[in-house]
């Protein structure tokens, strides 16, 4: 099954590129992709930006390849790239509960080593 936008959506590389944001700073990402964000996050951070601060809305029962490796991977991953969760709530009213708002703070390298 296709998760998220049917084509011809577009990559966050791509909309950067046209867009001329290549090497600028984004304070703030915010993707509601409707379940591709499972398997897109990892070209969130390779397009050319430096994305200081992303809002994600995680689906979780509304699709079948969701498990919790899966989401563990999805964290793991950000953690690894400075990343911490300062907000997160849930959609109780557009997914009844089975979406849950992330939002994530790029922290300065120097923020893990202290730890």
């Keep these: 099954a296709t998760l998220g936008m049917e084509p011809p959506a577009k990559s966050l590389a791509d909309l950067?590129?046209?867009?001329g944001h290549v090497g600028r700073k984004i304070d703030l990402f915010k993707i509601d992709?409707?379940?591709?964000e499972w398997e897109t996050y990892r070209s969130w951070l390779g397009s050319g930006v430096d994305i200081r601060q992303i809002l994600v809305e995680l689906h979780w029962t509304s699709f079948d390849q969701v498990n919790p490796e899966k989401a563990h991977r999805f964290f793991n991953f950000l953690s690894e790239q400075g990343y911490v969760v300062f907000n997160k709530e849930p959609?109780?009213?557009?997914?009844?509960g089975d979406c849950i708002e992330y939002a994530f703070l790029k922290m300065a390298p120097s923020f893990s080593h202290d730890i």
């Design 16 to 19: 950067v590129k046209d867009l």
């Design 33 to 36: 992709c409707e379940g591709c």
């Design 91 to 96: 959609n109780t009213i557009g997914c009844r």
